[in-house]
């Protein structure tokens, strides 16, 4: 599939806070939640951009701030080239037939009142819109082309299952052909067989219609299956990003080793003698983040200027982003990380998900993860 080179996403020193109140009669603001803390990301048309990091680094209200389900507290965000940031809802009305979202939990998602031509009819509804042939005929094909009966119209979302009820979801997404839609950790919450179906119809729907997908998930494995590039983020901040292909074989920040490092091996006896790379203690709190560099107070590369000089997001290389003073390279780790080495192994076909009810889906080949045998961390 070839890259169209116009953004269709682009964000500028985005800053989401959240205000801490006290306690009392009068509440007062005594601090700042830095849920983001000054990102900046572009997509292209049809391409997919991986979004990973640990819990707590701010990649899901990066993703709702994005779309403006979040209100920024600084920044702009340009959606085809249409700066959205201070739209009033009504104004967003008609953003939201460009851009969509794929909620994570698949079961609250989902209106448990309305049957599932109701749902999957939503967008038409709201935005005005009758489509050639009708809503209905619209929403029978949609049902379709994501692995539904069209049966199912009538039935509610408590007679399916998660794997089904995320298929509904992109459904309800992909109705109005958005040009971006914002995937936040869209099969953490399946099981890996239904994981890899739901990858597939993804990749799929790309191809068809040549949606940009922002990809927000914490499982490196699946990151690097559908994206065309990875952003790393840490407590509100941009680590490192560049192609898939770099990040998986000469990542450059130290975090970005840490996280990769952290997948398992299916191997049971590789897995038993890899060292790994542990960083000590918790996610620092974004009420009151490190001085410098956020990430020094866990960073095996640490010095004294990490904790005096914030690391601006430079590019050392075409499309290729760090934001550490002391980047590192595989040689450079006292006992070498052969990140490289991701490949993908077969799979059997997967057993029927209850969404999968016209028994096509067999899923893509799942992935195997980094063999990598990285070092302890260094204090």
């Given at each position: 599939m070839t890259l169209e080179t116009r953004d269709i996403?682009?964000?500028?020193?985005l800053h989401t806070y959240f205000p801490v109140k006290s306690r009392g009669i009068i509440p007062r603001t005594i601090g700042q939640v830095k849920a983001v803390d000054g990102i900046d990301l572009q997509l292209a048309s049809g391409e997919t951009l991986g979004l990973v990091g640990e819990s707590g680094?701010?990649?899901?209200?990066?993703a709702r701030t994005i779309l403006l389900l979040v209100r920024p507290t600084e920044g702009h965000i340009e959606i085809d080239g249409q700066d959205v940031t201070g739209f009033?809802?009504?104004?967003?009305?008609?953003v939201r037939r460009?851009?969509?979202?794929?909620?994570?939990?698949?079961?609250?998602?989902?209106?448990?009142?309305?049957?599932?031509?109701?749902?999957?009819?939503?967008?038409?509804?709201?935005?005005?819109?009758?489509?050639?042939?009708?809503?209905?005929?619209?929403?029978?094909?949609?049902?379709?082309?994501?692995?539904?009966?069209?049966?199912?119209?009538?039935?509610?979302?408590?007679?399916?299952?998660?794997?089904?009820?995320?298929?509904i979801g992109i459904a309800r997404a992909i109705a109005l052909r958005p040009k971006l839609i914002v995937c936040d950790e869209p099969v953490s919450a399946l099981d890996v067989s239904i994981q890899a179906q739901i990858i597939n119809l993804l990749r799929d729907l790309q191809q068809e219609f040549g949606v940009a997908y922002l990809f927000v998930a914490h499982d490196?494995?699946?990151?690097?299956?559908?994206?065309?590039?990875?952003?790393?983020?840490?407590?509100?901040?941009?680590?490192?990003?560049?192609?898939?292909?770099?990040?998986?074989?000469a990542p450059l920040h130290p975090y970005t080793h840490s996280l990769l490092s952290a997948?398992?091996?299916?191997?049971?006896?590789?897995?038993?003698?890899?060292?790994?790379?542990?960083?000590?203690?918790?996610?620092?709190?974004?009420?009151d983040p490190p001085s410098g560099c956020v990430f020094r107070t866990r960073c095996f590369q640490a010095q004294e200027k990490c904790a005096v000089e914030v690391p601006p997001l430079v590019e050392?290389?075409?499309?290729?982003k760090v934001a550490c003073h002391f980047p590192i390279e595989t040689k450079d780790l006292p006992a070498r990380v052969e990140v490289e080495d991701v490949e993908f192994q077969e799979e059997a076909p997967a057993v029927e998900d209850g969404g999968a009810v016209n028994g096509?889906?067999?899923?893509?080949?799942?992935?195997?993860?980094?063999?990598?045998?990285?070092?302890?961390?260094?204090?």
């Open positions: 996403l682009n964000v500028t020193n680094s701010g990649k899901t209200t990066a009033s809802t009504k104004a967003l009305l008609p460009k851009a969509q979202m794929i909620f994570q939990d698949p079961y609250n998602a989902l209106n448990p009142r309305h049957t599932v031509g109701s749902i999957i009819a939503a967008p038409f509804r709201v935005q005005g819109v009758t489509p050639p042939g009708g809503v209905k005929n619209s929403v029978l094909d949609l049902m379709e082309r994501v692995g539904l009966n069209p049966e199912h119209y009538n039935r509610y979302p408590n007679e399916f299952s998660g794997g089904q009820r995320q298929r490196l494995a699946v990151v690097k299956q559908i994206s065309h590039r990875v952003a790393v983020m840490y407590l509100g901040h941009i680590m490192e990003t560049a192609s898939r292909e770099v990040i998986y074989s997948v398992p091996i299916p191997d049971p006896k590789q897995q038993r003698h890899r060292t790994r790379i542990v960083l000590q203690g918790d996610l620092p709190s974004p009420i050392i290389a075409p499309g290729h096509k889906d067999s899923g893509p080949p799942v992935p195997t993860v980094p063999a990598s045998s990285p070092h302890k961390a260094r204090r």
